[in-house]
């Protein structure tokens, strides 16, 4: 009955890599910085390129103040 949405691998004790399907965008990227820094998108490059303009357009907004 349950359907298997990513795949996962154990790096070393501290690190583990999961492969998951999903849509960038304002609700993942908001997941994303909750995670403080303890997850990071490493591939495809273009999705780690995306949340980085992302943030650096939230600092913008808050430049200044």
């Given at each position: 009955p349950y359907t298997t949405l990513?795949?996962?691998k154990e790096k070393d004790s501290n690190e583990l890599?999961?492969?998951?399907?999903?849509t960038a965008g304002?609700?993942?990227?908001g997941w994303l910085t909750a995670m403080n820094g303890d997850v990071r998108i490493s591939k495809p490059k273009k999705a780690a390129a995306a949340y980085r303009?992302?943030?650096?357009?939230l600092a913008r907004e808050y430049k200044g103040i």
């Open positions: 990513f795949r996962s890599t999961v492969i998951v399907p999903l304002p609700y993942f990227y303009d992302y943030l650096k357009s």
